[in-house]
T-cell receptor
Framework: QKEVEQDPGPLSVPEGAIVSLNCTYSNSAFQYFMWYRQYSRKGPELLMYTYSSGNKEDGRFTAQVDKSSKYISLFIRDSQPSDSATYLCAIGENTDKLIFGTGTRLQVFP | EAQVTQNPRYLITVTGKKLTVTCSQNMNHEYMSWYRQDPGLGLRQIYYSMNVEVTDKGDVPEGYKVSRKEKRNFPLILESPSPNQTSLYFC????????????FGPGTRLTVL
């Protein structure tokens, strides 16, 4: 079993839809949870960062962590064509190691 | 402008011909890392460095070498490239540790024939 599992998609949604992206993990010691966004032909960039259970909101984006289920989610409200990208979850156990998911490719069409 | 630069951006080479991909950051970051990205496998760490002269293996280090002689530079060396090293490579840096915000370079697409 992989330490971090992420549905690769692709996910195709109309503009304005609510998008839910998810990752599961196997190690209950993981405590750092991040989402990176990668546009085509670019390097990933940090989108959201949390290290506790619950929700964290930033504009149209909400990161949710459920440690009891070992499950993290990224919600995008009112999705826009500019949100079309690959979204990678990244999870860390301590400060020395970060494991990336395989990424979910999202396309938002007008 | 704060950034991570990589060169070259694209490279086509032949099996066995030694090559170096350079990586440089101008943010005075201590932590630097190399990843390869392959379809279905995601980002996998090759090597990382916590500081000058300190390097360590990641998950897929076979066939690669690195050095960290200066804080800003972290070159990736392929002594004898093989076709299974055809991939998209990213260099990244962060302030101190991998769980700090990592800043990625633009990527180097390598093809080994």
């Amino acid at each position: 079993q992989k330490e971090v599992e992420q549905d690769p998609g692709p996910l195709s949604v109309p503009e304005g839809a609510i998008v839910s992206l998810n990752c599961t993990y196997s190690n209950s010691a993981f405590q750092y949870f991040m989402w990176y966004r990668q546009y085509s032909r670019k390097g990933p960039e940090l989108l959201m960062y949390t290290y506790s259970s619950g929700n964290k909101e930033d504009g149209r984006f909400t990161a949710q962590v459920d440690k009891s289920s070992k499950y993290i989610s990224l919600f995008i409200r009112d999705s826009q064509p500019s949100d079309s990208a690959t979204y990678l979850c990244a999870i860390g156990e301590n400060t020395d190691k970060l494991i990336f998911g395989t990424g979910t490719r999202l396309q938002v069409f007008p | 402008e704060a950034q991570v630069t990589q060169n070259p951006r694209y490279l086509i080479t032949v099996t066995g011909k030694k090559l170096t991909v350079t990586c440089s950051q101008n943010m005075n970051h201590e932590y630097m890392s190399w990843y390869r990205q392959d379809p279905g496998l995601g980002l996998r760490q090759i090597y990382y460095s916590m500081n000058v002269e300190v390097t360590d293996k990641g998950d897929v280090p076979e066939g690669y070498k690195v050095s960290r002689k200066e804080k800003r530079n972290f070159p990736l060396i392929l002594e004898s490239p093989s076709p299974n090293q055809t991939s998209l490579y990213f260099c990244a840096s962060s302030l101190v540790r991998p769980t700090d915000t990592q800043y990625f370079g633009p990527g180097t697409r390598l093809t080994v024939l």
